[in-house]
Nanobody, 118 residues
Framework: QLQLVESGGGLVQPGGSLRLSCAVSGSIGRLYYMHWYRQASGKQRELVASIASDGSTDYADSVKGRFTISRDNANNAKNTVYLQMNSLKPEDTAVYYC?????????WGQGTQVTVSS
């Protein structure tokens, strides 16, 4: 079983930056994907960024060049995935969720609110 705990959300002005963290406790295995999703009010949840166990990354077109996903996997029992968000726009306002998928299961975090407003 894995536990995911997100942090780092908050209120930021347009053009500002935030860094989200997702602490993953438990043995994640050797093959996995870690993702950040977001869901704005009244909209469907959408994939924002992904990082695979081999370190490869992928981004939604709407965040390319502004967001960066990374991970700290110093040991298999504790991993952290980050989402550095720069040049934030009001349309980035949403609840951001961390998701981890391995061959056995899919795990979701509880979400953290990001609000971009002046």
């Amino acid at each position: 079983q894995l536990q995911l705990v997100e942090s780092g959300g908050g209120l930021v002005q347009p053009g500002g930056s935030l860094r989200l963290s997702c602490a993953v406790s438990g043995s994640i295995g050797r093959l996995y994907y870690m993702h950040w999703y977001r869901q704005a009010s009244g909209k469907q949840r959408e994939l924002v960024a992904s990082i695979a166990s081999d370190g490869s990354t992928d981004y939604a077109d709407s965040v390319k060049g502004r967001f960066t996903i990374s991970r700290d996997n110093a040991n298999n029992a504790k991993n952290t995935v980050y989402l550095q968000m720069n040049s934030l726009k009001p349309e980035d306002t949403a609840v951001y969720y961390c998701k981890v998928a391995n061959p056995q299961r899919i795990y979701w975090g509880q979400g953290t609110q990001v609000t971009v407003s002046s």
